[in-house]
């Protein structure tokens, strides 16, 4: 089965502009064209879009997927050089994990901050020196 380049942009939620500029830079070299230049996507071509999908979003630079791409087409020659871009993909991604992993905990520690305000009815419950909070409690 073959898909129009509007039904994958629907099925990957992603505009039509934006498979024309991966197509424009190279990222697509596997898709078909009729004899009118109509891309006709195959199920593997929408495998292989999600891929790119997920390297977009660790932050890969396109000139990256693109050197990504040329050793898929390259075939077991490159298959080290596939292995180790994913290694390093994984490394950046956990450290973006643990970067948010930290933006949560002050996220969580200012919901606490203003929770315990807005049942004081004011700011100034956090402006009490600590012992006379234990005093006063």
């Known amino acids: 089965m073959t ?5 994958v942009a629907k099925k990957l939620d992603l505009t039509v502009y934006t498979l024309r500029y991966y197509d424009k830079e190279g990222l697509m070299p596997f898709v078909e064209r009729t004899t009118s230049g109509t891309r006709l996507f195959k199920d593997s071509d929408i495998d292989f879009l999600k891929i790119i999908q997920c390297l977009k ?7 990256d997927i693109k050197d990504f791409i040329e050793w898929c087409s390259e075939g077991d020659s490159s298959l080290k050089q596939r292995y180790d871009m994913f290694t390093e993909r994984k490394a950046i991604v956990e450290a973006q994990m643990e970067e948010l992993r930290r933006t949560i905990e002050v996220i969580e520690h200012k919901r606490s901050y203003y929770e ?13 020196k600590p012992m006379e909070n234990a005093i006063t409690n």
């Open 3 to 7: 898909y129009s380049i509007g039904e």
């Open 57 to 63: 979003l660790t932050g890969m630079p396109i000139k």
């Open 116 to 128: 315990t305000a807005l049942e004081a009815g004011t700011e100034e419950i956090h402006k009490i």
